[in-house]
């Protein structure tokens, strides 16, 4: 999210500094820029067979916002109960220039997103 909240690509830096022990440091200040904001957001499914998965993670979107996204799944995979954060079925991406803004964009994706089982019952 660094990137696309602040424009600054700190994954060359990342790596300089895992394989040398040293990185460039970053010429970056808060004050006269415009800080965006973004989030991620994991989904979790109830346990059951997953059917059928809808929404703009499946085919790409124009959600004002929506950055990325993805099912990790295919259709006939069982879903279990969850036990920790290896359990998440898909993720979004979005991000706005206000708070306010990407909070109501990361819930209309939400909101559009759909996994059922095979009795149509909502997993999301």
């Not at 920790?84 to 706005?96: E, L, S």
């Amino acid at each position: 999210l660094i990137p696309l909240v602040t424009s600054v690509d700190v994954t060359k830096r990342l790596v300089d500094l895992a394989m040398m022990g040293t990185a460039d440091k970053i010429a970056y200040e808060f004050s006269n820029r415009s800080v965006r904001h973004a989030i991620v957001n994991f989904l979790l499914a109830n346990p059951g067979i997953i059917d059928r998965q809808t929404g703009p993670l499946d085919k790409g979107s124009d959600v004002p916002g929506f950055v990325d996204g993805g099912f990790y799944h295919q259709p006939g995979y069982e879903q279990t109960t969850v036990g920790n954060g290896q359990g998440r079925v898909g993720y979004y991406i979005c991000m706005a220039d206000d708070r306010d803004t990407l909070l109501k964009r990361a819930r209309e994706i939400y909101r559009m997103s759909s996994i059922t089982d095979r009795n149509g019952m909502e997993m999301l």
